[in-house]
């Protein structure tokens, strides 16, 4: 009889998870929700031109102007900075 009970409270408490879920997904309140502040570097040029390959989507692959920001910016980002090796 006890496994019953046992049995008995899992499946409540997972029915109640599974609710509980279900509400909060469906929830159309977004107030809480919070997005990350637009910061955009007007004086560098890149950040225009990832927006721009940014808005044309799939067409942004054929793009020659875009593959060459493509690779800048990996180069930026890959290559260390001076001050990232401190002197020993």
């Known amino acids: 009889?006890?496994?019953?009970?046992?049995?008995?409270?899992?499946?409540?408490?997972a029915f109640m998870a599974v609710l509980g879920a279900l509400l909060?997904?469906?929830?159309?309140d977004g107030g809480d929700v919070r997005s990350a502040p637009n910061v955009t570097d007007r004086s560098d040029p890149l950040t225009a031109e990832l927006r721009r390959c940014q808005s044309l989507g799939d067409a942004a692959l054929?793009?020659?102007?875009c593959a060459a920001t493509w690779?800048?910016?990996?180069r930026r980002f890959l290559t260390p900075s001076p001050s990232s090796?401190?002197?020993?």
């Open 1 to 13: 009889m006890g496994a019953f009970f046992l049995r008995l409270g899992i499946g409540v408490l």
């Open 62 to 65: 054929d793009d020659q102007d």
């Open 85 to 88: 090796h401190p002197e020993e």
């Open 24 to 28: 909060e997904i469906s929830r159309e």
């Open 71 to 74: 690779t800048e910016t990996r």
